[in-house]
């Protein structure tokens, strides 16, 4: 295998997705787990389909509609074999979803379900309903936040690990209609 190139950090350490192409880029499980792998370093269109277990013409197109939407770009080009090699890298190494839209939502958690469904090693999920006063949710979802920051990072040779925190607040269920 050759080395692979040295690589600058994303160029934008915190990306707030708002623009609506960006909502529709994120709404494809696919383009979620591109994400996911362009994480921690650029990768080519033939490496994320090796490791996605993906055709390479799905990730090319799905490439193609996340650099549109500004949330990957490429690093860097390099000629190989009489041909060009792009290497693809996300915007930033934080995205931010100020509003999520339920597409968005169920894209993630779908690739989410497909990286769970592929992991050699034990997983946990767990899901829990918590009575917590916004200050005490506030204070949970601040903790977890630094929790996971702090974890970060062992040497790149160890596995890679998947971490989603999600906090919200539970729906308050509407009375149904006509009812007294």
């Not at 707030?16 to 792998?37: D, K, T, V, W, Y």
């Not at 034990?122 to 916004?134: K, N, V």
């Not at 062992?154 to 998947?162: K, R, Y």
């Amino acid at each position: 295998m050759r080395d692979q190139p040295s690589y600058l950090p994303p160029p934008e350490d915190v990306l707030e997705i708002g623009a609506p192409e960006q909502f529709a880029a994120l709404a494809h499980p696919l383009r979620q787990r591109l994400l996911f792998s362009l994480g921690h370093r650029p990768a080519t269109t033939s490496q994320l389909a090796a490791q996605l277990d993906a055709k390479k013409g799905n990730v090319a197109h799905h490439l193609k509609v996340l650099r549109e939407a500004g949330l990957v770009h490429v690093a860097e080009t390099r000629q190989v074999r009489g041909g060009t090699e792009q290497y693809y890298q996300r915007t930033a190494r934080h995205m931010v979803v100020a509003e999520p839209q339920a597409a968005g939502t169920a894209a993630m958690l779908a690739a989410i379900a497909q990286e769970l469904d592929r992991s050699p090693a034990e997983t946990h999920l767990t899901l829990r309903h918590l009575r917590l006063s916004p200050a005490k949710a506030r204070e949970l979802g601040e903790a977890l936040g630094e929790l996971v920051d702090e974890a970060e990072e062992a040497a790149e040779d160890q596995p890679l690990h998947g971490v989603l925190v999600a906090l919200y607040q539970h729906a308050v269920p509407t009375s149904p209609t006509g009812s007294a």
